[in-house]
């Protein structure tokens, strides 16, 4: 996700040579100062909140693109529901080929479940949801679990607000209206080899966690614009990357803060999980 740290120095007249360059750079940081004191106001604002309504996008080079709708909680781990539509690139392909041009995905702290179609299910004994177990997922030696997790976390509105914040380098582009109400615009880079040295107010955790969720992508910067509402509330992302698999842009809209969310696991009898479909598809290719 691209974006330009834009710093504007005027030329002065030789008399005021000395004096003007000191004046531009305390105003850069007392401005820098100000952005990031109002953006971890918002991520406090959301971390209260703990829940929102969300509709979003996402492009992936000619990999993916989807668009998805639905509700998640951040409370003690992430949950929540979601519907995913598959709108273009080979995984769409892929997906409409196997019956599920668009499936339902329900999210607990401990896994990730998506709802296939009934062609699928032919294939999978008669179940319809797959399991992806984070740790199961882990223990596999692809880092995948902990990817989808990570995927999931950053989906939230506070993780987004933290993801600007690591980048240590954030201004304010301005004041601007998100469908029909104002919001404060901010923008920030994110460069993944500068970002245990930022002084983002971020646990060493957070950032290290941050770090690996860009590294599996392939981003080595990043992009964040965000618009927070009157309430300190984010109301709208986007994030842009190059990576080695195209160009990616992710934008998401929240509302209705604060909102009932319920999550279950499906019934186990219409369950299947990830790793033993992997297992059996590896049996079968051995034979």
Known sequence: MRSTNVRRAGFAAMALALSAPAACGDAHDDGRARSLAALRSAEHSTDRAE????????SYGTALSL???GALRWHDGVTGHLTIRYTGGALATAMRKAGTPSLTARYLPDAYYARMSDTFAKRAGGRHWIKYGYADLVRGGEGFGMY???????TTPNQSVKMLLASGDVRRVGTERVRGARATHYRGRIRVADLAGRESGLSARE???????????GVRTETVDLWIDHRNLLVKKVERADTAQGSLVSTAY??????????EAPPASDTRDFTELARSKGAAGSR
């Open 148 to 154: 989808l997790k990570d995927q999931m976390r950053n």
């Open 67 to 69: 668009s998805s709708d």
């Open 207 to 217: 950032l290290a966690g941050l770090k690996r969720q860009l590294d599996q992508a």
């Open 51 to 58: 829940s929102v309504r969300v509709r979003s996008t996402l």
């Open 254 to 263: 929240y509302r209705d803060y604060g909102l009932r969310v319920v999550a």
